[in-house]
C-alpha cells in the first residue's frame, strides 16, 4: 500500500462514488485514503468494501488524514474554490472536476494562488481530451491536413436534467465541456457569446430555456456553434464537426451494434456520460496519478479552468441579456501555456 498514491476524494456523490470505483479497480499506482462528504451515510457507502479508507464530513480534515498525498475534488462547483486553495497550501496535486470554479473571480482567485507558489498542481477534469475520439480528432487538426478550421459544429444532448438544473446550468455546467473542447481543438482563445432561444421543450421542465444555440467566436476568426439540450428524452450525444478550408471531420455518431431488420436499422443511443466517456475518465484519471508519481502536473491547467469559467460567466450574461457578449480575460500568468495541449 506504502508506494501508491494515497488519494482524498471530496464529494461522494455521482461522480466521487464513481471516481471512487476507478481509483480502486481500474487505475493503477493509487488507492482511496479518505473520502469526505458532508453526507456521512453517502460516504460510508461509496467505500463500502474498501481497506484502509478513513471517512469524514470536513474536507479539511480528509485532506490531513493519514496517507493523503493527493486530492481528487468531486464536491459540487461552488465547493471547489476552497478544496483547492487547501491543497495549494499543503503542496497536495490535486485532479478537480469541471468547471474549477463556477464564478470568474472565484477562479482568477484560485489561478492567483497557484501562479503565486510559482508551479503547478492541479489538472482540471475536462475528461473530452482524453477520449479516444477527440483526440484523434485533434491530431487531424494538429497535423494540418485538413487546413485551416473555420467552424466547429457541436451537439450536446443529455437524456433529462437533474432537479434544480438552471437555464444558465446549460451553460456554465454542460457547454462547459464544449468550451474546453473548442479552446483545444482549436487552440485559440474564445472571444464573444451569443445565445439563441429556439422554443423550449415541452418535455423540459416549467421555466427553463432548453434547448439553446450558442455561439462562440475564437481570437482567429473561427465560429463555434453548439446544439445544447439537457432534456431531450431519447439519449446522451456529444458531437463535434470540425470545417476546415481542406476538408471536414466528424466524431460522436453512434458506434454501436447497428441492428437491421422487417425494414428498419436500430442502432443504441448511450444514456448517460458515464457509459459515453467512461474510457476518457479511465485514462484521465490514470494520467493524473502518473504524472503525479512522477512529481510532474500535466492536463487541462488551472488557466483553462479560469478561461473557461470567464466564457461560461460570458455566456450566461448573453443568455439573459440576449445580445453579444465580448469575453474577457486577466493577463495570463507565465506559469500557463497559452491553452495547455
Ligand atoms: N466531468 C464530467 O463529465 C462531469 C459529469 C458530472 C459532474 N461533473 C462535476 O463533478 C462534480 C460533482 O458532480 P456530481 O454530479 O457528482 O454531483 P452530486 O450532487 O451527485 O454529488 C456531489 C456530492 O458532493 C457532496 N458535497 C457537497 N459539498 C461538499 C463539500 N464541501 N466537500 C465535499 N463534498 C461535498 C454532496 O453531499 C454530494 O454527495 C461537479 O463539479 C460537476 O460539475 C463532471
Not at 474498501?50 to 493519514?66: C, S, W
Not at 482540471?124 to 497535423?143: P, Q, S, V, W
Not at 484519471?285 to 488557466?303: F, I, L, N, Y
Request: net charge negative.
Amino acid at each position: 500500500m506504502g508506494d501508491l498514491l494515497g488519494v482524498a476524494v471530496l464529494g461522494a456523490g455521482h461522480m466521487g462514488a464513481d471516481h471512487i470505483r476507478r481509483l480502486d479497480k481500474v487505475v493503477s499506482g493509487a488507492r482511496v485514503a479518505a473520502v469526505a462528504d458532508p453526507d456521512l451515510d453517502r460516504a460510508k457507502e461509496a467505500v463500502a468494501g474498501l481497506d484502509g479508507v478513513t471517512v469524514h464530513t470536513d474536507p479539511l480534515a480528509a485532506l490531513q488524514a493519514p496517507g493523503v498525498a493527493a486530492v481528487l475534488v468531486a464536491s459540487p462547483g461552488p465547493a471547489h474554490e476552497e478544496a483547492l486553495l487547501a491543497a495549494f497550501e499543503r503542496g497536495l496535486p490535486v485532479l478537480c472536476e469541471k468547471p474549477m470554479v463556477p464564478d470568474t473571480t472565484g477562479a482568477l482567485r484560485v489561478l492567483e494562488a497557484e501562479a503565486r507558489l510559482g508551479r503547478r498542481l492541479a489538472q482540471i477534469g475536462f475528461m473530452r481530451r482524453y477520449d479516444a475520439e477527440y483526440r484523434r480528432l485533434k491530431t487531424l487538426l494538429d497535423g494540418g491536413s485538413l487546413g485551416r478550421p473555420l467552424m466547429l459544429h457541436c451537439v450536446h444532448r443529455n437524456v433529462s436534467s437533474p432537479p434544480g438544473f438552471t437555464s444558465a446550468m446549460l451553460i456554465n455546467s454542460s457547454v462547459a465541456h464544449e468550451i474546453d473542447a473548442a479552446r483545444w481543438l482549436l487552440g485559440q482563445e474564445l472571444t464573444a457569446v451569443t445565445v439563441l432561444r429556439p422554443a423550449s421543450s415541452a418535455g423540459a421542465p416549467e421555466g427553463l430555456v432548453d434547448p439553446q444555440f450558442v455561439l462562440f467566436e475564437t481570437e482567429h476568426g473561427a465560429l463555434v456553434d453548439v446544439e445544447v439540450f439537457v432534456n431531450c428524452g431519447f439519449g446522451y450525444q456529444v458531437r463535434c464537426e470540425a470545417v476546415c478550408e481542406a476538408g471536414s471531420a466528424r466524431i460522436g455518431d453512434e458506434h454501436t451494434m447497428l441492428v437491421t431488420r422487417r425494414g428498419s436499422a436500430t442502432e443504441e443511443v448511450a444514456q448517460d456520460y458515464l457509459v459515453r466517456f467512461a474510457d476518457a475518465y479511465d485514462r484521465e484519471v490514470q494520467a493524473w496519478v502518473d504524472a503525479t508519481r512522477r512529481g510532474e502536473v500535466s492536463g487541462p491547467s488551472v488557466w483553462d479552468g479560469y478561461a473557461a469559467s470567464a466564457v461560461a460567466e460570458a455566456g450566461v450574461r448573453a443568455l439573459e441579456t440576449r445580445g453579444r457578449v465580448a469575453v474577457g480575460l486577466a493577463p495570463r500568468p507565465d506559469l500557463y501555456a497559452e491553452v495547455s495541449r
